[in-house]
């Protein structure tokens, strides 16, 4: 079965390589503008982008495993669960990008050769779909303002009664204003009911 699948990757990237290099002939594709590398024809060439690609992966690994770790010491769950999930990829990817590159440079024919390259690259592309995958467990922070409150600060040289609606306003003489006293001292705005033996009706 792996000797199958084998096969089957050697396959498609001739068949891409065929048609990449007709259209290049025919000037229908440039690879730059597509952004798809061409082959090195070199073996060394090919051994020096399969250490980019372990290079990035390492890298990656030691990121995510940083962010991982301050989500646990701020113990997010949600974070460390979705990081620690990214992890595993990662260095699951990393060891089979190793794996693949020694396996480069023992390559003693050309079918080997291009197999161990062609899965190298698929690794790469993979790094950078983890790479934003893990981006995202953390994303959330950008968004997250936190709760939202109100301060009100109230000058206390100004703060008087007449802001308060349960306190009538104090006038000069320190009654309360729209309200009269009279020099008696009774409240001239309150009415008032003469006794009975005044004979005042």
Do not use: W
């Not at 030691?62 to 595993?88: F, M, P, S, W, Y």
């Not at 794996?99 to 390259?117: I, P, T």
């Not at 190298?120 to 790094?127: I, W």
Request: with cysteine; aromatic share 2%; proline share 5%.
């Amino acid at each position: 079965m792996r000797r199958a699948f084998r096969q089957a990757v050697v396959f498609v990237a001739c068949l891409a390589l065929a048609g990449l290099a007709g259209a290049q002939e025919q000037g229908a594709i440039d690879p730059e503008e597509t952004g798809v590398d061409p082959v090195p024809t070199s073996k060394e060439e090919q051994v020096q982008k399969g250490q980019e690609v372990v290079k990035r992966g390492t890298v990656l690994s030691k990121r995510v495993a940083q962010l991982l770790h301050e989500a646990r010491n701020d113990g997010d769950i949600i974070k460390t669960t979705c990081l620690n999930d990214k992890l595993t990829q990662i260095n699951a990817n990393l060891r089979n990008a190793q794996e693949r590159l020694e396996g480069l440079k023992e390559a003693a024919d050309s079918e080997r050769q291009l197999h161990e390259y062609t899965v190298l690259s698929v690794l790469r592309q993979k790094f950078q779909v983890l790479d934003q995958e893990a981006s995202q467990c953390v994303g959330q922070d950008l968004f997250d303002t936190g709760t939202t409150r109100v301060t009100t600060e109230v000058d206390a040289a100004s703060a008087t009664s007449e802001g308060d609606p349960s306190q009538p306003p104090i006038g000069e003489s320190g009654a309360p204003t729209g309200s009269s006293t009279s020099d008696s001292g009774i409240d001239s705005g309150t009415p008032t009911i003469p006794p009975p033996a005044s004979g005042i009706s």
